[in-house]
């Protein structure tokens, strides 16, 4: 599958036709989830055959783009009963299976608490360089334990070869830290990588909490997000977001 | 929803933690339907060591679903009929509406149009 082929078919997912703001749906286009899924495939052979996952899933763009590059086996999981139908709809027109959860995936006490280190970081001073890494070596495996950090996701611990998502960048108030949650419990599912999608002012700060968690994050590409206006609190038509695009490793 | 995602789903009612009973969650009025898919070993492989097999033989029992023995053949690989039976129960058998109680504390999850809700109110985080 070349890459102009896989973004053009792409072009057929349905999006959100009322998106929700409190769960921050802004769809991914084909043409970024065309780039992310081929590079996946081409340059580290994560998808193909491989068991993967889509962590607030939507309308399933993503995982549909991981399907099409030969997914073995596909999960997807999202909150919103409106935007999992759409996902069912998508499946059909492109003939993949896909296991489809409804399920809030940062319930309970890891918002808070991806929330209040947010807050810390963006209103403390600046951590001294090594000291987020020492707590990392003795907390890693812990932090990450899905029984613990995301109760009705703790079977699928591990679960997945590989984890792609686009999550809520948390830049509605009430969402903050949400990013780094998803992040969180996308290191508990996956094996080997995740592909995620995250704001390029928070860069540093990315790093560091995921070689606390074990993987060893590169930014792949950073790429401009365009954000169309689909809700009132935006004031121009079409905002661009600086977005990394960052591939995880996760040692054994 | 494959009798996979079944298998990995558990209750998560926070004062619910007797792992005896929050899993695996109890299949009632359910309608299945089998929908053929290419059968991959290495991904199969992989799963073996992932699900819980007993979990998966009662539920199998419960379902009048035959065929899987009641422990793992210590070459799965050499036995290509073991391989095709559990393809066929783990991957092929898909619940299309149904409930899922918890025999700890009586939660009942719903499964709708393929899709379980595992969503809990509030108080029950």
Not at chain 2, 12 to 41: G, R, S, Y
Request: hydrophobic share 40%; with cysteine; proline share 5%.
């Amino acid at each position: 599958m070349k890459l102009k082929a896989l973004e053009s078919h792409l072009q057929e997912v349905e999006v959100f036709s009322d998106p929700k703001v409190q769960f921050e749906q802004y769809p991914t286009s084909a043409h970024l989830a065309a780039r992310i899924a081929y590079m996946a495939e081409t340059t580290y052979g994560d998808l193909t055959d491989k068991a993967v996952a889509d962590l607030g899933c939507g309308c399933g763009m993503l995982s549909i783009a991981a399907g099409i590059m030969g997914a073995g086996l596909l999960y997807g999981f999202d909150i919103d009963d409106d935007a999992l139908e759409i996902a069912q709809g998508n499946l059909e027109t492109f003939e993949l299976e896909m296991e489809l959860v409804r399920v809030n995936v940062v319930a309970g006490r890891l918002l808070e608490e991806e929330a209040a280190r947010t807050e810390k970081k963006e209103g403390g001073p600046r951590q001294a360089g090594g000291k987020p890494a020492n707590v990392a070596a003795s907390s890693a495996a812990q932090d990450i334990a899905l029984d613990r950090i995301a109760p009705p996701l703790a079977r699928f611990a591990k679960q997945f070869d590989t984890v792609i998502m686009n999550p809520p960048f948390g830049t509605k108030p009430g969402n903050r830290g949400i990013d780094m949650a998803f992040l969180r419990v996308a290191l508990g599912l996956a094996r080997t990588a995740v592909y995620s999608l995250h704001k390029s002012s928070t860069r540093d700060y990315i790093l560091q909490r995921a070689a606390a968690w074990g993987a060893k994050g590169t930014v792949l590409a950073q790429l401009r997000f365009d954000v169309p206006q689909m809700y009132k609190f935006h004031k121009r038509a079409s905002v661009d977001v600086e977005v990394d695009l960052w591939r995880f490793e996760l040692g054994d | 929803m494959r009798l996979l995602t079944h298998n990995m789903l558990q209750c998560h009612v926070k004062k619910c933690t007797d792992p005896a009973l929050n899993f695996p969650l109890q299949l009632q009025d359910i309608e299945l339907e089998q929908v053929e898919t290419e059968e991959n070993e290495d991904l199969l492989l992989n799963l073996i060591n992932k699900v819980d097999y007993n979990a998966l033989t009662t539920t199998a029992a419960q379902l009048g679903l035959v065929g899987l023995p009641n422990a793992i053949p210590k070459d799965p690989q050499a036995d290509p009929a073991f391989m095709t039976r559990l393809h066929e129960v783990l991957l092929e058998t898909n619940i299309t509406q149904g409930k899922m109680a918890c025999r700890g504390c009586g939660h009942v999850y719903t499964i709708k149009d393929g899709i379980p809700n595992m969503l809990l109110a509030e108080h029950e985080i």
